[in-house]
């Protein structure tokens, strides 16, 4: 394996697959799975709907900066980033100079399928009827697609096979 790959920085929208494929890849490599939001959310105490709602998002954007900045001395990792973590603070720039930045591009009508079933667990788009769901994945994917795509790898994951292991993780 070579040591630009030793830092793996999954990034998409949410529900693209970012945790399920990336504790599988970890699983399955031997490397040690990374959440960002989960980071920020045991650091701080409370949900990140929380931060957002108590301290704003600027706020939580500089939380999500500090603790993917600070796995820049872990080896072997692979990180779920939250799905706007590439859009703020040249936070793109940052994953691909300091390890290899994966975009898992997913459809809009792709994503609306596993968030149904998860709205609940997700504060911003709880309320969200799924007509109204699948126009804000679709305007939020245009909005954020520019950062991703400066992604090393774009990996269309719609269509990947249960076992799928990527090339970039054989080691």
Known sequence: ?????????LTGFMGSGKTYWGKKWADASGFQF????????QEQGKTIANIFAQDGEEHFRNLETNVLRRLNNRNNIIVATGG??????????WMNENGTAVY???????ILKRLISEKEKRPLIKNLQDEELLFYITEKIKEREPFYKQAEIILNVDNLAH?????????
């Open 1 to 9: 394996m070579t040591s630009e790959y030793q830092r793996i920085f």
């Open 104 to 110: 898992l591009q997913s459809s809009a009508e792709n």
């Open 163 to 171: 076992n799928y292991f990527p090339e970039f993780l054989n080691i």
């Open 84 to 93: 706007g973590t590439p859009c703020f603070n040249d936070n793109i720039s």
């Open 34 to 41: 990374v959440d960002v939001d989960e980071i920020v959310e």
